[in-house]
């Protein structure tokens, strides 16, 4: 998305970002059930100064290492050589965040895991920032207490548009679950790895964690968990295609389900899982076919029953300050949208309503601008 601040501070609904919504959601929840919820961020070496300055309107949440934990950093690794990647015009793009499995080991090295302890805090939800499904369900904590599992992931059924994403198996050794990601799979694999009949289900990453187990796993483990790790092939500078091609070693956080005997899987309502990845989907939330609640959570306008609008914009949008260059006014009305696609430069002015399966095509090279009004089952050539 061509991001240069943290993805949770772009704006979503009423000039609201993703992090303010967070923010308010435990602001309601410490209101309405009077009880000291606890909320940490993982931030990365890049993220740290902006979202602590943007939560510093929140001083009821805390403050510096009651607020935050920084997770490591690794060299990009040039594809070339396989010698640390050189970017002598910005040397932070040298630099990468090794994924999100960086969230134990982070914990552990920082010194939060000991505190949360000595709190007396046993339980910990974590959850992707920008998935705004992703709220702490009393309901599925109490599940997650009683059972006695010391871990738990959120899972969703997987349907033919997640074919190509991990999924949750079964370790045909050991019984256990484990996380199976894209990276891992072989390429002879793939068509097996894509049954969604015998894959069923998909990792949310909304996770539950019993910190207690987590300390238990380190302390026998040296001070570590055997997560896989992944390689993911970039450009050190993720604006520029053609820098340096660069290899990023990271780990998932979803993986640590095999490093627990006795994790778990729950099965949740797919609400739960609505992330934004790319400008496709951010641009499907800031329309009205998304309505914030009273405890500020954004969800599908009930008369969407469920179902989002399949949004496919151009590449011309693939970056967000480009995306926001064309939706000057805010994103066009979406209500009754099932699909939008949009091809080449165009630009929606105030008062655009998209209606049923609509394509918008532009080949002159230049931005032109979608007519104000009902566009409903049809195609336009601007």
């Known amino acids: 998305m061509g991001l240069e601040k ?7 609904t009423g000039g ?12 309601d929840m410490k209101t309405r059930f009077g009880t000291d919820v606890k909320f940490m961020l993982m931030n990365s070496f890049s993220t740290s100064e902006d979202t602590l300055a943007a939560l510093s309107k929140y001083p009821e949440l805390g403050t510096g290492s009651d607020l935050e934990f920084v997770q490591n950093k690794a060299p990009k690794v040039a ?16 630099w990468c965040p090794p994924g999100h499995g960086d969230l134990y080991p982070a914990m552990l090295g920082s010194g939060t895991l000991e505190k949360l302890l000595a709190k007396g805090i046993k339980y910990m939800f974590v959850s992707n920032s920008d998935n705004l499904g992703a709220t702490l369900d009393l309901q599925l904590l109490t599940y997650f207490a009683k059972s006695g599992s010391p871990f738990m992931m959120e899972v969703a059924a997987r349907t033919d548009a997640d074919k190509k994403g991990g999924h ?3 370790d045909a050794k050991s019984g256990g679950l484990l996380l199976r990601e894209t ?11 894509q049954n969604i009949g015998k894959y069923k289900f998909f990792n949310t990453n909304n996770l539950w964690v019993d910190l207690e187990a987590l300390d238990k796993q380190f302390k026998e483990n040296g001070g570590a968990l055997q997560l896989p790790v992944m390689k993911n ?7 520029d295609k053609k820098s340096t091609k660069v290899i990023q070693l990271e780990t998932a956080m979803g993986a640590a389900i095999s490093c627990f005997p006795g994790a778990t899987a729950v099965c949740v309502p797919r609400a739960r899982f609505a992330p934004v990845k790319t400008t496709n989907d951010l641009f499907s939330l800031r329309s009205d076919a998304y309505v914030q609640t009273p405890d500020f959570r954004i969800e599908l306008d009930p008369r969407r029953e469920g179902v989002p609008p399949n949004v496919k914009l151009d590449g011309i949008y693939k970056f967000v300050d480009a995306m926001d260059a064309m939706i000057p006014a ?20 105030a008062g655009v309503v998209i209606e049923g399966e609509v394509t918008i095509k532009n080949a002159s090279g230049e931005v032109k601008s979608v007519p104000a009004g009902v566009h409903k089952d049809t195609t336009l050539e601007l």
């Open 16 to 27: 609201m970002s993703f992090l303010d919504l967070i923010a308010q959601q435990v602001k």
């Open 6 to 12: 943290a993805k949770s501070l772009l704006p979503v």
């Open 233 to 239: 092939g970039k450009t050190v500078d993720p604006r």
């Open 183 to 193: 990276a891992q799979c072989p390429d002879e694999d793939e068509k097996e790895f």
């Open 79 to 94: 594809e070339s050589d396989l010698a640390p990647a050189s970017w002598p015009s910005s040397p932070d793009l040298e």
């Open 330 to 349: 805010g994103a066009p009305s979406l209500i009754k949208c099932k699909k939008l696609v949009v091809e080449g430069p165009i630009a929606f002015p």
């Open 168 to 170: 949750l198996a079964q």
